[in-house]
């Protein structure tokens, strides 16, 4: 190992990612599970679940559709469309509804990915269908914290250039049955997800919206002091110093960016992080106790069953039960 700097080296530590922290707290699982190539007249439809959906438009055109009377949403060529709440939808080739369509979340549920093909005569529209869920007891989650439906659109029935790469590389995967593609299609879903998160932190004007914190100079200082020392016991005061504000305005301008006071915010991210590392890890309760700032093993107990209504060693034996298994066949 290195013991010393060599001479005229500089290392730099890159600062604690609040946003990475934020996705690994909950517990991500993300697929393509679908590509569809349709000629008109088409329509996909989707009933309620429990997952995100993303809808990537290669080629062509189409129409989303929502279940509570919302009008129908234009889709074309380069665009990107995520429903984070997992509400029914469909897809058409046209914006009023078409009684005969294929329940393309069927084969989310399955996993596999499948190739959905018609006998229509008119434009073809091509698109590549995945999920995004989360795991259960995942506190306030980042993903009920974007709006209803989040459209990226493009130009010239390209993506947007940050998406151009992943739109491509998902595209060239979902077309070739190449060795390990489904591990490949996971993982670019995964950064499909962390870039559409950085474009609407960054674009969005809607301040009700916790993680815009991290646009405040002041208030994202904070949060990453925080989540770079959750073990440590962080008062008011130095929070404060920290955001250069006088206690009570930092206290009311956390509460307003992030959509909780500041002790709240640490009382959750405490037991959301202790939750990971009873999932991901062999520690002791005592040992991930002392990691995320309890003085005691039973005020960790006491804090995590209040929060996930279970006990620590009950909830890491019973979700680790629920995991899927790997099947070799």
């Known amino acids: 190992p290195l013991e010393a700097p060599l001479h005229g080296v500089r290392v730099e530590i890159d600062p604690h990612d609040v946003l990475s922290d934020?996705?690994?707290?909950l517990g991500l699982r993300s697929r393509v599970f679908c590509r569809s190539e349709l000629q008109a007249p088409w329509a996909l439809t989707a009933t309620a679940g429990d997952y995100a959906h993303f809808h990537l438009i290669s080629d062509g055109r189409g129409w989303l559709h929502f279940?509570?009377?919302?009008?129908?949403?234009?889709?074309?060529g380069g665009d990107l469309v995520v429903l984070p709440r997992g509400e029914g939808h469909a897809l058409?080739?046209?914006?009023?509804?078409?009684?005969?369509?294929?329940?393309?979340a069927v084969n989310?549920?399955?996993?596999?990915?499948?190739?959905?093909?018609?006998?229509?005569?008119?434009?073809?529209?091509r698109i590549i269908c995945g999920s995004f869920q989360v795991r259960r007891h995942a506190g306030i989650s980042l993903l009920s914290l974007l709006p209803?439906?989040?459209?990226?659109?493009?130009?010239?029935?390209?993506?947007p250039e940050w998406l151009a790469g992943i739109s491509a590389l998902l595209g060239s995967e979902a077309q070739e049955r190449r060795l390990g593609r489904s591990a490949v299609m996971t993982r670019l879903t995964d950064v499909l997800l962390v870039q559409v998160l950085r474009h609407w932190i960054h674009r969005s004007t809607d301040r009700r919206r916790s993680l815009l914190a991290l646009?405040?100079?002041?208030?994202?200082?904070?949060?990453?002091?925080i989540h770079a020392n959750l073990e440590r016991?962080?008062?008011?005061?130095?929070?404060?110093?920290?955001?250069?504000?006088?206690?009570?305005?930092?206290a009311k301008r956390f509460t307003e960016l992030v959509g909780e006071?500041?002790?709240?915010?640490?009382?959750?991210?405490?037991?959301?992080?202790?939750?990971?590392?009873?999932?991901?890890?062999?520690?002791?309760?005592?040992?991930?106790?002392?990691?995320?700032?309890?003085?005691?093993?039973?005020?960790?107990?006491?804090?995590?069953?209040?929060?996930?209504?279970?006990?620590?060693?009950?909830?890491?034996?019973?979700?680790?039960?629920?995991?899927?298994?790997?099947?070799?066949?």
């Open 67 to 76: 279940r509570n009377g919302r009008m129908p949403l234009p889709l074309s």
């Open 22 to 25: 934020t996705l690994a707290s």
């Open 233 to 250: 016991s962080l008062s008011i005061d130095e929070l404060a110093r920290q955001a250069v504000m006088s206690r009570s305005a930092f």
């Open 108 to 125: 989310a549920r399955r996993g596999d990915l499948a190739c959905f093909t018609n006998n229509g005569t008119g434009p073809t529209t």
């Open 261 to 329: 006071p500041p002790a709240h915010y640490i009382a959750r991210w405490r037991v959301e992080r202790a939750s990971d590392l009873l999932l991901n890890t062999s520690l002791p309760v005592s040992e991930i106790a002392s990691a995320t700032g309890y003085a005691t093993a039973a005020a960790f107990d006491k804090a995590f069953s209040r929060h996930f209504h279970t006990s620590p060693g009950a909830y890491r034996l019973h979700e680790r039960e629920r995991r899927p298994r790997l099947v070799t066949r």
């Open 148 to 159: 209803d439906v989040l459209h990226i659109q493009g130009r010239g029935g390209k993506p």
């Open 92 to 104: 058409s080739d046209r914006a009023e509804n078409v009684p005969a369509a294929i329940d393309y």
């Open 215 to 225: 646009r405040d100079a002041r208030i994202g200082s904070v949060l990453t002091l």
